[in-house]
């Protein structure tokens, strides 16, 4: 299983960027996927997660109401649609998948992408 990110970028607040989640070796409608952000010198901070039946949890207050998770299976593909993005919404963002559920614990995921940065300046 292989999962890349993509769509990251330099913006300006208020401005948005959608994500992508890319699985390929194996069929993404089997798997529950999980955004993650990095926080320096702490475990990655659980941004919120969709799972196989296309229910999401959002996991972060600050978050609400501006960013969503869909996925589409036939593109093998999640997407974090990010609006509204503001200056500590930088960071770099990562997708990871697990069969068995949703989660806000980076280590129920097995698998992970390699990360895709947002920077929110102006």
């Known amino acids: 299983l292989e999962l890349v990110e993509s769509g990251g970028g330099l913006v300006q607040p208020g401005e948005s960027l959608r994500l992508s989640c890319t699985l390929s070796g194996f069929p993404l409608e089997i798997y529950n996927i999980g955004w993650f952000r990095h926080v320096p010198g702490k475990e990655h901070e659980a941004v919120g997660c969709?799972?196989?039946?296309?229910?999401?949890?959002v996991y972060l207050p600050s978050i609400e109401g501006r960013f969503t998770l869909s996925r589409d299976n036939a593109k093998n593909t999640v997407y974090l649609q990010m609006n509204n993005l503001k200056p500590e919404d930088t960071t770099t963002y990562y997708c990871?998948?697990?069969?068995?559920?949703?989660?806000?614990?980076?280590?129920?995921?097995?698998?992970w992408g390699q990360g895709t940065r947002v920077t929110v300046s102006s």
């Open positions: 969709i799972n196989k039946s296309g229910s999401t949890s």
């Open positions: 990871a998948a697990d069969l068995a559920g949703c989660s806000a614990s980076q280590w129920d995921f097995g698998s």
